[in-house]
């Protein structure tokens, strides 16, 4: 019994060799299949849709009529104040209404909206798609005052981690812009453009960063225009907004805040900003096709208050 308490025992140890593993922030880029950027000019879309709906002042009543599937026509009728210019620092307004008919073709490959209003202002728009990744879009306005009116055709390509686009306009106006991925969530673009009415030439940069729940941008031109706009996303109904405008020309600077919150029934929006104007919009579903519509701005510096209210019918 002794002898064999004696005996050592021998026991088999395993070594286990465990394999990191990549966390999601961790995980290896392909740069050969980057998301393809949204377009130049919409770089500050989700700041403009927070900080900048339509305001508008007096009574709105639009009404839109669907023919078929691709064709519809529209009703606008305002009423309200216009404001003219003044060498005074107070708002001069007069009484002012229109009326405005409008019709609408919509087909995968092509849309066409027309506008003509009773003060005699003809609005056209056009887009098409030519191939896959390559569209024309095309817009004008005629008017009766005299040099006024104006058109420009633009083509925009699509690529598949780029995007560029070609601009074309009356008064030999020319301008480009191309935007590319660099990661899957920041992207680098720049821009040119010549105005040979005016002798005027410029050159832009701008970089977009964007996840899941925020989005930043910055903007830069030679005109003067430092731009900066930021964009959290708080929820699935409630995003906040901040945006900084400066001209180093003109010494102008504007910081403003502003929310965008989606309710089950309407959507608010407002802002505030650092010239001590105050705005608010409220687009309230009162039933299938049916939409109430609140607008108010205070500007306390000029001591002038805009209120609107509308009706939408029509989808």
Not at 16 to 25: D, N, S, Y
Not at 130 to 155: D, I, Y
Request: charged share 20%; proline share 4%.
């Amino acid at each position: 019994m002794a002898a064999a308490l004696n005996v050592p025992l021998t026991t088999s140890t395993t070594t286990v060799t465990t394999i990191p593993q990549m966390t999601k922030g961790e995980e290896k880029v392909d740069y050969l299949n980057l998301p393809c950027p949204i377009p130049y000019e919409e770089i500050h879309r989700e700041a403009l849709m927070s900080l900048k709906p339509e305001l508008f002042e007096g009574m709105r009543f639009d009404f839109t009529k669907g023919l078929n599937q691709k064709f519809s026509l529209s009703h606008s009728v305002f009423m309200g104040p216009m404001e003219i210019p003044s060498q005074s620092s107070e708002t001069i307004k007069i009484p002012a209404a229109h009326y405005e008919f409008g019709a609408n073709f919509i087909d995968p490959k092509l849309m066409l909206f027309g506008r003509i209003m009773t003060d005699g202002r003809l609005n056209a728009r056009v887009k098409c798609d030519l191939t896959e990744n390559l569209s024309l879009k095309a817009n004008s306005q005629l008017t009766n005052e005299p040099h006024m009116s104006h058109g420009m055709v633009s083509f925009d390509y699509k690529g598949k981690d780029y995007r560029t686009q070609f601009q074309l306009g009356n008064g030999a106006l020319f301008g480009a812009n191309y935007i590319q991925s660099v990661t899957p969530h920041l992207s680098f673009g720049g821009e040119v453009f010549w105005a040979g009415q005016h002798r005027k030439s410029g050159i832009g940069y701008a970089a977009r960063y964007n996840t899941d729940k925020m989005v930043a941008t910055g903007q830069v031109a030679s005109t003067g225009l430092v731009a900066l706009s930021y964009v959290q996303k708080v929820s699935e109904k409630v995003s906040l907004a901040s945006d900084f405008m400066y001209n180093y020309m003109s010494k102008d600077v504007t910081a403003s805040f502003g929310y965008d919150y989606i309710l089950r029934q309407c959507r608010l929006r407002g802002k505030i900003d650092s010239n001590g104007c105050a705005a608010a919009f409220l687009e309230e579903r009162l039933n299938m096709g049916l939409n109430f519509i609140l607008s108010a701005e205070l500007d306390h510096r000029k001591k002038d208050y805009k209120f609107g209210f509308g009706l939408t019918v029509g989808e």
